[in-house]
């Protein structure tokens, strides 16, 4: 019979032996398997977000600040500026994507000392071959955007581009409308740089390998096609929501998103089909770069699902001319340049229009319409956009 104390030695022998299997798979090029296995006993936020990771690391799920600590903060002057290479040399595929609590602005903020004023950067050592500005549309999704900035920075700069990321935050209590926020974010972005793409970005979505890159494609481009949420599949062909790319061209043929889809839904199958009926069609990336992990959420209050959808969705072709960006009314309540994004809080009315009451909700009966609907008293006092155009600029920081 084995003692009590060989049992031990075979045990210590058999835990010695699959270490230094390990140790060999690693060097072999397993390291993936061997960093899954490892991080399935390791506390996720420790030294993911502890910061520095140089080599192979960004190459299997790795660090989505691998590469960037020696981009110094002296741009090159002007004339010995090259433009940076076709292929930026700092991608290095999948990224390590995880959600630990206690992160802050000011930690992302230290980690990116490139970015300027209003969430700007561009490349210090080349010109970038490509000026992306990124819309994301929000309202009371704070937790959500930390995050996304803390990846999304990092995977910009890898790629070398020009870029900036824009806030369009619904202001007021009423339903939300992430359509026409896009096209406040458009008109506003356009106004402020001469973008050539701009990427329309839920707020809860994180890109997981820096190969799925951030510029336009000849048509419009579906850049979420593969989701954490669809088995990392497109869920149906005409897909078009999450995360999605178009030229200032491609925006105006088929006339910007649609400003009456109030709630939750359709309104991304609405902008899929515009995208066809403009005669254009819809360009992916690959399943093995287009990925994304969503942070996991509930249905938000004033979100609800939209039940006018599908009857919405009946009649693109014959409302997408005389809905978009030629009828999108809004007003701005103010801009504010922050280290990390240009956050701009707007105004966008009810399906009744912008100053309008909104038909009575049906459930309530013969209550009348609830004043919370139009702009709040304090917001149109702190500065709807003036008649002659001016909107009132803040550069507050938080
Ligand atoms: C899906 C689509 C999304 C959109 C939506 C239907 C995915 C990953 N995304 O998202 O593109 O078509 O269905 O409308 O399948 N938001 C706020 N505050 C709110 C509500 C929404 O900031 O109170 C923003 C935020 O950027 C969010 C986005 O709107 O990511 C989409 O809303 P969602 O995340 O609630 O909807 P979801 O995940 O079903
Ligand atoms: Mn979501």
């Known amino acids: 019979m084995v003692s009590f104390q060989s049992r031990w030695r075979y045990l210590f022998m058999f835990l010695g032996i699959q270490l230094v299997v390990m140790a060999l798979l690693s060097r072999e090029g397993y ?35 691998a590469n960037l600590s020696h981009l110094s903060k002296n741009h090159i002057h002007a004339d010995e500026m090259h433009y940076c290479p076709k292929t930026s040399p700092l991608i290095g595929g999948p990224i390590h994507v995880s959600f630990p609590s206690g992160l802050t602005l000011a930690q992302v903020q230290r980690k990116n000392p490139l970015v300027v004023r209003g969430g700007h950067y561009r490349p210090p050592d080349c010109e970038a071959r490509h000026r992306t500005a990124i819309i994301i549309p929000h309202r009371h999704r704070e937790h959500h955007l930390k995050f996304l900035l803390y990846y999304l920075h990092p995977f910009l700069q890898r790629q070398q581009l020009s870029y900036g990321i824009y806030i369009i935050h619904q202001a007021g209590n009423y339903t939300f409308n992430r359509a026409k926020l896009m096209n406040v974010g458009f008109r506003e972005a356009m106004r402020e740089e001469d973008w050539d793409c701009l990427f329309f970005h839920d707020v809860d979505l994180i890109p997981e390998d820096d190969r799925n890159t951030y510029v336009c494609d000849a048509n419009p481009k579906h850049a979420a096609i593969a989701m954490d949420k669809f088995g ?14 178009l030229t200032p061209l491609h925006y105006l043929k088929m006339n910007g998103f649609p400003n009456n889809y109030w709630g939750w839904g359709g309104e991304d199958d609405d902008i899929g089909v515009r995208v066809s009926l403009a005669g254009m069609y819809i360009s992916r990336p690959s399943l093995k770069v287009g990925r994304y992990k969503m942070i996991k959420h509930k249905l938000d209050k004033g979100n609800d699902v939209n039940p006018k959808r599908f009857n919405m969705l009946a009649k693109t072709r014959q409302t997408w001319k005389l809905d978009g960006m030629n009828t999108a009314e809004y007003e701005i309540i ?65």
């Open 334 to 398: 103010s801009r504010q340049y922050l280290p990390l994004y240009t956050n701009i809080t707007v105004f966008i009315g009810t399906e009744a229009g912008l100053h309008a009451t909104p038909p009575p909700p049906k459930a309530a009966g013969k209550a009348e319409a609830k004043p919370a609907a139009a702009a709040p008293a304090n917001v149109q006092e702190k500065g709807a956009a003036k008649p002659d155009g001016k909107v009132k600029e803040d550069a507050s920081e938080k």
């Open 232 to 245: 990392y599949k497109l869920p149906y062909k005409m897909y078009f929501g999450g995360v999605s790319a």
């Open 31 to 65: 390291q993936k398997r061997v960093t899954y296995f490892i991080r399935i006993f390791r506390k996720p936020d420790a030294s993911v977000f502890s910061g520095r990771n140089h080599s192979a690391a960004g190459i299997s799920g790795g660090d989505v600040y």
